[in-house]
């Protein structure tokens, strides 16, 4: 299966020649598309020097910052044009091991229909040196969203994935609205709700070494809102089915 490794980026010009060279190590037969939001330190430069030496590496240049869920798209229309089956979605900024690119990929080929690196399954696990305020907001939003959404699996804001380039159609990606943790939310939400076949493997996610985290207050807060937003309504519509 032709495979697509997305990888968002914006000013990460200190991991993305690094996390470029793992992939194609760890997974040679997977390309790379860097998804870059006009990153001004210059990361899609190095990406497309990094590719020239690498070979399998693409460097989307999108017009300015418009953050997560926007760029995934642009990458999830361009894997699609140019005809890939799977794409792995993954952070450029390490917290991820490439070297469980292929045991993400793995389990699509063996039949489900996303794949989902988890981190709250035995063999997963989050940052020991975490303060405990950033643990507890980590474990219980992927609680709060698999409550509100009956969702499936045990880590619903895990950002490191691969997916069926033909579920991606089928749930109509282009019209999630979301954006950071609300969009990994979304997507999940419309996967399950389209009936696809989920899969996971432990991760061991890990703490940045460089650059800045693009984590904000206004994230954590939209993606809070549209659960919730979405787990009423769903209770709402329940509640009005007539009988038998």
């Known amino acids: 299966m032709r495979t697509l490794v997305v990888l968002p980026t914006y000013n990460e010009a ?9 992939v194609r190590r760890a997974m040679p037969s997977a390309d790379v598309l860097v998804a870059d939001d006009n990153s001004p330190d210059g990361t899609a430069d190095l990406a497309e ?3 020239r030496e690498a070979g399998g590496v693409h460097v989307l240049r999108r017009a300015r910052k418009e953050g997560l869920g926007p760029a995934y798209k642009a990458g999830f229309a361009w894997a699609i ?10 952070d450029a900024d390490l917290q991820f091991n490439p070297a469980d690119v292929p045991h993400l990929v793995a389990r699509v080929e063996a039949g489900a229909d996303y ?52 579920l991606l159609k089928r749930i109509e990606y282009e019209t999630v609205r979301a954006d950071g943790y609300g969009f990994l939310i979304e997507m999940l939400y419309r996967f399950q709700r389209a009936g696809a076949v989920n899969a996971e493997i432990p991760i061991v996610f890990r703490d940045r070494e460089y650059g800045k985290s693009k984590m904000s207050g206004r ?26």
């Open 115 to 166: 794949a989902i690196g988890a981190r709250y399954i035995a063999g997963g696990a989050i940052p020991e040196e975490w303060p405990w305020h950033r643990r507890a907001l980590s474990k219980w939003a992927n609680r709060y969203a698999r409550f509100m959404l009956r969702l499936s699996g045990h880590d619903a804001t895990s950002g490191f994935r691969a997916v069926r380039a033909d």
């Open 49 to 51: 020097q990094a590719g």
């Open 219 to 244: 994230i954590v807060v939209e993606a809070w809102f549209l659960v919730t937003r979405w787990g009423i309504r769903d209770r709402l519509r329940r509640g009005r089915r007539p009988p038998g």
């Open 81 to 90: 044009d140019h005809g890939y089956d799977v794409v792995v979605q993954m």
């Open 14 to 22: 200190d991991n993305i020649v690094d996390v470029i060279v793992r």
